[in-house]
């Protein structure tokens, strides 16, 4: 692994050979190592610029309509995972409202395969802002594929954008900000003597949870206080009684750390629902597999005392602070 944060161009100039002058994936590289930044952003106009400066330098008269594709290497700590937030976007797709991409004109999600090799396993395109994206462990990349940008204009004359803009991030706490992670590991409490109400979501909420992973969330209350958990949103990829012949993903909910009857595993798409503690401590655990993945859940949680639970059963309605809960469009 090449230990920098930089943009690497692998094959030397052929100048007996035009196509030489146009990067493709295995030649235009930006790697970025986690124990030199965590965070950092990228974007297309590195490539557009670097490809301009090389064409000048040689004196070749550059050439908008030739294809161009670049590659983005992320390495984490065995610990961390990578989390792509995307900042800018316009990659044309078939349609204007449409979510089919062009093969040669496309952000594409690889996946190692062998050594070297990678598969594509996602594209993005569109004028939508894509869900983040979180690798499955330690390492991430992305594959550019496009063209060179020829200026175009809006109705209002405005230049209109080409390309993508994103933020990375190497994180150990799966993109959940809320509670006390315990190590490494995706597990986190939340304590009554900390803070009687908040929010939590899955893993890298509202882009995809990552695929073979089990998360608990752990709620301590104190003596006399119970716990209400208020989702309002819910999509975990699952259909039915969420069991295992199904191939399903699910949220298991508990009043002990191990599993409760008093509740079924949860999945697929649901509406806004409330779920009570019977006592001081509740467990919501997720567990993924890794056939498909959807955007997990969000919901809001609340110590209250049981003489106040006990007149009010059911809550009707709850407002999440726009200030601290994440939003689905980011």
């Not at 065995?78 to 044309?92: A, H, S």
């Not at 390309?163 to 900000?177: D, P, S």
């Not at 595993?265 to 019977?278: A, L, N, Q, T």
Request: glycine fraction near 6%.
């Amino acid at each position: 692994m090449t230990n920098l944060n930089s943009f690497v161009w692998l094959t030397p100039i052929d100048h007996t050979n035009s196509s030489d002058l146009l990067p493709s994936g295995s030649d235009c590289k930006f790697i970025y190592d986690s124990n030199l930044n965590k965070t950092g952003v990228f974007d297309t106009n590195q490539v557009f610029t670097i490809q301009q400066i090389r064409l000048a330098e040689n004196n070749i008269l550059f050439r908008a309509v030739e294809p161009i594709e670049c590659t983005y290497e992320f390495y984490g700590q065995d610990e961390e995972r990578v989390q792509i937030k995307f900042l800018d976007f316009n990659i044309p797709s078939e349609s204007q409202n449409s979510s089919n991409c062009y093969a040669n004109n496309s952000l594409q999600l690889l996946t190692g395969v062998r050594g070297s090799k990678y598969e594509v396993t996602d594209m993005y395109c569109g004028r939508f802002l894509p869900k983040p994206i979180m690798s499955k462990g330690a390492k991430l990349a992305l594959q550019f594929v496009g063209k060179y940008p020829i200026t175009q204009y809006d109705d209002n004359g405005k230049g209109i954008y080409y390309g993508f803009k994103a933020e990375y991030r190497f994180l150990t706490n799966y993109g959940i900000v809320s509670g006390h992670q315990m190590g490494y590991d995706c597990i986190f409490t939340y304590n009554s003597t900390k803070k009687k109400s908040g929010f939590f979501i899955s893993p890298n909420f509202p882009g995809f949870y990552p695929q073979n992973i089990i998360c608990h969330f752990y709620f301590y209350g104190a003596l006399e206080e119970q716990i209400l958990i208020q989702f309002d949103f819910f999509d975990v990829e699952g259909i039915g009684s969420c069991e295992y012949l199904t191939a399903s993903d699910y949220v298991e909910f508990s009043n002990f750390m191990s599993t409760d009857r008093k509740y079924r595993k949860f999945c697929g798409k649901r509406e806004k629902f409330d779920i009570r503690s019977d006592d001081r401590f509740f467990r919501v655990s997720l567990y993924t597999n890794d056939r498909f993945d959807r955007s997990g859940f969000r919901a809001y949680y609340s110590f209250e005392s049981k003489a106040k639970s006990s007149d009010n059963t059911s809550a009707q309605g709850f407002m999440i602070s726009q200030a601290e809960s994440p939003k689905l469009t980011s």
